[in-house]
Structure formats: structure tokens, C-alpha cells
Nanobody
Framework: QVQLVESGGGLVQAGGSLRLSCAAS????????MGWFRQAPGKERETVAAINWTGSNLYYDNSVKGRFTISRDNTKNTVYLQMNSLKPDDTAVYYC?????????????????WGQGTQVTVSS
């Protein structure tokens, strides 16, 4: 069983930055693919970014390319999402998730473990 705990969300003005962290329990973290997802009120959950087990293969949704960076530190069992140039449209609950498959995947159904989410609100 893997437990994921997100942190780093909050309220920020448009153009600002936030860094989300997701701390994972369990010794198998380094073998998992990880992803960040978000869900805004009335919308479906969408994949924001994903990373394979080594950190060598990355994915970004077009809406965040050039602004967000996903990374991981397997020595700390933590995955990060650096969010720059934030926009009001980025407002959502952000979730991290772990997939027992090592290769990067963007499909939400491929992820086995989910965190509780952290709220990100970007004011205009």
C-alpha cells in the first residue's frame, strides 16, 4: 500500500508561482510512475504532468507546457510540480498519483494510488 500526501497549495495572484510536493510512503516509490492531475469545479479530472520512474520521460498537458515542471527525488520519495506564471484557469484541486507500472502514463485509470488533493487558487 502506498500513501501519498500533497502539500504546497494555496492562494496566489496571477503570474505568481507555487511548488507542490507529494510525499510517498513505501520502499517501492522509485519504481513507480508518478503523475499530477487537477480537477476544477464542474470539470473532469485532467492529467497535468507525468514522469516515469527514472525521471527521464516527461509529459505535460499543452495548457501547462513551458510553465510547469514535474520532477522527482527518489531518495526522498517525493515528486514535485513547480508551477510558474500561474493563471486563473489553473485554479483547481491538484492531486498526485502513483502507478505501479514504471513507464510514464497519462491515463488516470493507470494510476493505482491517489493523494487527498491540495487546493490551488489563482486570483486575477
Amino acid at each position: 500500500q502506498v500513501q501519498l500526501v500533497e502539500s504546497g497549495g494555496g492562494l496566489v495572484q496571477a503570474g505568481g508561482s507555487l511548488r507542490l510536493s507529494c510525499a510517498a510512503s513505501g520502499r517501492a516509490f522509485s519504481s513507480y510512475a508518478m503523475g499530477w492531475f487537477r480537477q476544477a469545479p464542474g470539470k473532469e479530472r485532467e492529467t497535468v504532468a507525468a514522469i516515469n520512474w527514472t525521471g527521464s520521460n516527461l509529459y505535460y498537458d499543452n495548457s501547462v507546457k513551458g510553465r510547469f515542471t514535474i520532477s522527482r527525488d527518489n531518495t526522498k520519495n517525493t515528486v514535485y510540480l513547480q508551477m510558474n506564471s500561474l493563471k486563473p484557469d489553473d485554479t483547481a484541486v491538484y492531486y498526485c498519483a502513483a502507478s505501479i507500472q514504471s513507464g510514464m502514463t497519462v491515463r488516470t485509470l493507470s494510476y493505482n494510488y491517489w493523494g487527498q488533493g491540495t487546493q490551488v487558487t489563482v486570483s486575477s
